[in-house]
């Protein structure tokens, strides 16, 4: 996709480290140098003002990625694109039937009024719910990681979206200042909320988590 652009060895691509290490890894196949802007808190996708303020005069492509059922300001960055000369190449996520998204967001509102001591997604603007992630309060990655840990010791499944964000991964380890691709990393936590859900496994979702109120003592 990026050779077919054009970009390649010179270019630098602006990319998400909060996500799939493939993207990154994209770029450096086409020869490029990806650079990690921050994400908006509510979608998880790029944020316009991180990707403007990452680019440099060598900047050729952004690539965006919308994330688990929320799309990216894709307006703005397309404005942004058009000042700056850029290409804005989108990676979306695989599109269910109608049905199928209509009762996972009948699950999730349904999640949204019970669940407590959890943030809940902001559902706005389209969401399809791919995942429905939540933020653990806190004080940080070990309180997440202990409430998944009880969450799926009452018999729940749960998982950690993204486990480590691109940028700390020793290949792509970058000195870069991304706070809401931090403590996404380190707070998020995915719930289930497939279509063939019964209404008595959501009941036990919500009772295994609010049973834990959301805070828990770090574990070490």
């Known amino acids: 996709m990026l050779r077919a652009a054009g970009v390649g060895v010179g270019d630098e691509v602006v990319v998400p480290a909060f996500g799939n290490v493939e993207v990154a890894e994209a770029v450096t196949l086409a020869g490029?140098?990806?650079?990690f802007a921050d994400i908006d808190p509510v979608?998880?996708?790029l944020d316009p003002d991180a990707v403007e303020a990452a680019v440099t005069a060598r900047t050729a492509a952004v690539v965006v990625v919308h994330r688990f059922g929320r799309r990216a300001d894709i307006g703005r960055l397309h404005a942004l694109g058009q000042r700056h000369g850029l290409l804005i190449l989108e990676q979306g996520e695989s599109e269910a039937p109608y049905d199928e998204i209509a009762q996972r967001r009948e699950r999730a509102a349904y999640l949204d009024a019970k669940l407590k001591g959890v943030r809940t997604p902001d559902g706005g603007d389209g969401h399809t719910y791919q995942q429905y992630v939540v933020r653990v309060p806190g004080n940080g990655r070990p309180d997440r990681d202990a409430f998944a840990r009880a969450v799926r010791a009452k018999g729940v499944e749960c998982r950690v979206p993204v486990k480590t964000?691109?940028?700390r991964l020793p290949e792509f380890r970058r000195c870069v200042?991304?706070?809401?691709?931090?403590?996404a990393a380190d707070v998020t936590l995915a719930l289930p909320v497939d279509a063939a859900l019964t209404k008595r496994e959501m009941h036990r979702v919500v009772s295994a988590c609010n049973s834990l109120g959301g805070l828990l003592q770090p574990a070490f």
């Open 32 to 35: 490029a140098l990806p650079v």
């Open 177 to 183: 200042s991304l706070p809401q691709t931090e403590l």
């Open 43 to 45: 979608t998880y996708c």
């Open 165 to 167: 964000p691109v940028h």
